[in-house]
């Protein structure tokens, strides 16, 4: 009777304890993406996602031959989707820093975006602590422009917010004075449009080491040497078909390929 209560309790612990799972062969892929950075993703009129971050994963996922899910996520929220197994990837211009690498693993770079400050074209700004003293500034909340924006505008008001459309909003009724974002999204997504009118670049790009080494896929650390090499070797693939630079050019007028950088 001890021996079979044993053997009993040995079998219910075995039940209990977690099954190790097979690695995944990530033939289905969930990626989070943004949808509310124009021209990089946004939602269209039929209420899709759209863009060209996009069609870019896309691409990537048809080169990896995988199925993919988007999930669609508050910036700020993406990592944190990421950790709790909500998505496997994040694919929303997330630049590669050392602060973002101590929580997740990242792809190579795929892109590389210049961080740009804009203002209204007749304001006597520049992207200086000095040139920006007393102004508010609106930036992403959780993107590398608030990070930089909060150590170096030490004399400026930075001001937080969900999306960049909701910056463009208030820079347009003038409840903040500049915004300091990526180049592209700002040249195509808003200084091309009419609402942009009136407004410019304010100085040259801004090149500092804490915007990171480029921009890349977010996984897991686990994932990194699965999940991560798979987009690796896509993104190689596309730049050497020219695939990438095809689509970079149907959306902007500069290079954008972290290989001619």
Same mark, same amino acid.
């Given at each position: 009777? @001890? ?34 950075? !124009? !021209? &990089? ?10 863009? +060209? =971050?996009? =069609?870019?994963?896309? $691409? ?5 031959? $995988? ?7 508050? +910036?700020?929220?993406?990592? #944190?989707?990421?950790?709790?197994? *909500? ?10 820093? =050392?602060?973002?690498? @101590?929580?997740?693993? +990242? ?6 975006? !210049? ?11 520049? !992207? ?6 007393? *102004?508010?500034?609106?930036?992403? /909340? ?17 001001? /937080? ?28 997504? +808003?200084?091309? *449009?009419?609402?942009? *009118?009136?407004?410019? &670049? ?8 804490? &915007? ?45 390929? #972290?290989?001619? /950088?």
């Amino acid at each position: 009777m @001890k021996h079979l209560l044993l053997l009993a309790m040995a079998v219910a612990l075995l039940l209990a304890a977690p099954v190790r799972a097979q690695p995944p062969d990530w033939k289905t892929i969930r990626i989070g993406v943004e949808g509310a950075y !124009p !021209p &990089f993703s946004e939602i269209g009129a039929d209420g899709k996602l759209k863009g +060209f =971050e996009i =069609e870019l994963v896309q $691409a990537y996922c048809a080169q990896m031959r $995988a199925q993919c899910t988007l999930v669609q996520q508050d +910036f700020d929220g993406l990592i #944190p989707a990421l950790q709790s197994g *909500k998505v496997d990837a994040i694919f929303a211009s997330l630049s590669i820093t =050392e602060e973002r690498a @101590k929580l997740i693993g +990242f792809s190579k770079p795929y892109l590389r975006t !210049p961080a740009r400050l804009v203002a209204r074209a007749n304001a006597k700004l520049e !992207p200086t602590a000095a040139g920006l003293r007393g *102004k508010k500034i609106g930036v992403q /909340r959780g993107t590398t422009h608030e990070a930089y924006a909060v150590s170096r505008f030490t004399q400026s008001e930075i001001v /937080r917010y969900g999306s960049q459309d909701q910056i463009f909003l208030d820079l347009k009724r003038g409840r903040i004075d500049a915004t300091l974002m990526d180049g592209p999204a700002a040249a195509v997504g +808003f200084l091309a *449009k009419p609402e942009g *009118k009136g407004f410019a &670049f304010i100085g040259a790009a801004i090149q500092d080491k804490s &915007f990171g080494s480029g921009i890349g896929v977010g996984v897991r650390k686990d994932d990194q040497a699965t999940l991560g090499a798979k987009f690796d070797a896509a993104i190689s693939a596309l730049q050497v078909s020219g695939g990438f630079a095809r689509l970079a050019g149907r959306y902007f007028a500069d290079d954008l390929s #972290p290989a001619n /950088r």
